[in-house]
DNA sequence: GCCAACGTTGGC
DNA sequence: GCCAACGTTGGC
């Protein structure tokens, strides 16, 4: 089965890419998410092996930063049971794990980050969940289209 | 800081 | 099951 590719979203002021480089081994989970639809996308496709542009919203610059790898497929995301945690949910047990995450491990940081506002200019990433308007999903799927073409602007 | 778009909640 | 109200996301 060949590699996936995806997009996770993170404000920079709360966990930024060189935040994930300074973590041991460069490798930490993705928490915290708490929507249905990016849950089951950690849950049942995101895969070890797969790679994932991290994108940094609500920041300047805002866009994609660079590269990460998935070192673990999805499992139960304990920090909902963490009641100190930022975002508790006693809906979530041991038994009936409603959320999950992902092992990501810093690959590559971009020379420049790459703009939003770039990425909406070009063609073949019309069609790409970033670029909708009004698109919140902060774990989205990149077409292996999408992502060669976002790699060919960092060369 | 504003606000449009979206997801979730809860009354009915 | 509908949908109004609410809270959050995230670009601008």
């Given at each position: 089965m060949a590699n996936k590719y995806w997009l996770f979203k993170s404000e920079p002021s709360c966990f930024s890419m060189d935040d994930l480089?300074?973590?041991?081994?460069?490798?930490?989970?993705?928490?915290g998410v708490r929507n249905y639809q990016a849950r089951n996308l950690l849950r049942d496709d995101i895969k070890k092996g797969d790679e994932v542009f991290f994108y940094h919203s609500n920041a300047k610059p805002m866009g994609i930063a660079g590269i990460c790898t998935v070192v673990k497929s999805g499992y139960p995301d304990h920090t909902a049971q963490d009641p100190n945690s930022d975002h508790p949910d006693p809906k979530h047990t041991d038994d009936k794990p409603l959320w999950y995450m992902v092992d990501v491990k810093f690959k590559k940081k971009f020379k420049d980050i790459i703009a939003l506002k770039d990425l909406k200019e070009i063609s073949g990433l019309n069609n790409m969940v970033l670029t909708q308007r009004g698109s919140r999903l902060s774990v989205q799927p990149v077409t292996s289209d999408e992502w060669k073409i976002i790699i060919a602007l960092t060369k």
């Open positions: 480089k300074a973590m041991p081994k460069s490798t930490d989970h993705w928490d």
